[in-house]
């Protein structure tokens, strides 16, 4: 079992920023990839961005440029800091690593971008 907790969320303007922090605890030797998708009301959840244990990262094109993704392997941790901030960003983002085939959600954070 992997149990993932996040921070960071809130309220901000457009062109505001925030940073979103992830700890994971329990059965977490070996972990490779953790990552960050977001959920606004209506669509599907979606990636947002991973990183692995080696440091590679992947980002979603609507976020390219505005978010980085960075990772602690000490602290079995993952950020994601939010630049230029949209309101179409306006979701539950939701921390995630698949471990031994399973995939692993936190209880998510909301974040809410005013316009």
């Known amino acids: 079992q992997v149990q993932l907790v996040e921070s960071g969320g809130g309220l901000v303007q457009a062109g505001g920023s925030l940073r979103l922090s992830c700890a994971a605890s329990g059965s977490i030797f070996s972990i490779n990839v953790m990552g960050w998708h977001r959920q606004a009301p209506g669509k599907q959840r979606e990636l947002v961005a991973d990183?692995?244990?080696?440091?590679?990262?992947r980002y979603a094109d609507s976020v390219k440029g505005r978010f980085t993704i960075s990772g602690d392997n000490a602290k079995n941790s993952v950020y994601l800091q939010m630049n230029s901030l949209k309101p179409e960003d306006t979701a539950v983002y939701y921390c995630n690593t698949p471990h031994y085939g399973v995939n692993y959600w936190g209880q998510g954070t909301q974040v809410t971008v005013s316009s």
């Open positions: 990183i692995t244990s080696s440091s590679s990262t």
